[in-house]
């Protein structure tokens, strides 16, 4: 499939429109090993201050949709943190061989976790760029029921700098985005802020997040 060229953002960032099995290709997950493998990340704990932000959300037993490599189950306690869900077939081998709990969307569904109000919140961290804004409400929301009444939702997309840091990201959604489709799924948004550091650097540090939590009624 030919992409449909570049498009603009609201927020004037150029985007362009990958295949949509871009991020279930066997070569996306090895660009993420990579990219994890890098030396200085292997010298320096660079995910304590991530790790340390989404344990401080307490946010119980995890339904992590868009796992990856399971980097945030692995922040969050591991194996006991919560269930890894990818249309990656191979980040979820990946996820397994680390010891995670983890399933491609098809096997989810045939899972003993796929049960209504089973877990206590829901994650979607860095996936929600990589699709239009309408098919990612569509996504959240078929894993909405999953969650317990009450529970939480946690969403993350990445700022300026790391939006355009990766050809598959095709939506930009910052914070007032994240809170609108909260909103829009019923949901109540109770947190929302930049993470690591203040919101303006988002345009030159591409690991700037913006982070919304909102609580299911």
Not at 67 to 76: E, F, S
Request: charged share 20%.
């Amino acid at each position: 499939m030919t992409s449909r060229g570049p498009r603009i953002a609201s927020a004037g960032i150029p985007m362009t429109s990958p295949p949509p099995t871009a991020t279930r290709d066997s070569s996306y997950t090895e660009r993420l090993e990579r990219l994890e493998s890098v030396w200085w990340k292997r010298l320096l704990d660079v995910q304590r201050p991530y790790r340390w932000n989404l344990r401080r959300l307490g946010l119980g037993f995890v339904l992590d949709v868009g796992c990856g490599l399971g980097r945030n189950l692995i922040n969050l306690g591991g194996r006991d943190a919560g269930v890894g869900v990818d249309h990656n077939p191979r980040s979820i081998a990946t996820c397994l061989e680390r010891g995670l709990v983890a399933f491609t969307s098809e096997e989810f569904l045939a899972s003993p976790y796929a049960k209504p109000g089973r877990f206590d919140a829901l994650m979607l961290a860095h996936v929600l760029e990589h699709m239009p804004f309408a098919t990612g409400q569509a996504l959240v929301a078929s894993y909405l029921p999953y969650v317990r009444a009450g529970g939480q939702v946690a969403l993350i997309t990445p700022q300026e700098a790391g939006y355009a840091s990766d050809a598959t990201h095709i939506e930009f959604i910052d914070g007032a985005g994240l809170d609108r489709m909260a909103r829009a799924l019923g949901l109540v948004p109770e947190r929302g802020f930049s993470f690591p550091l203040p919101r303006p650097a988002g345009r030159i540090f591409k690991y700037n997040e913006f982070v919304l939590v909102a609580r299911k009624p």
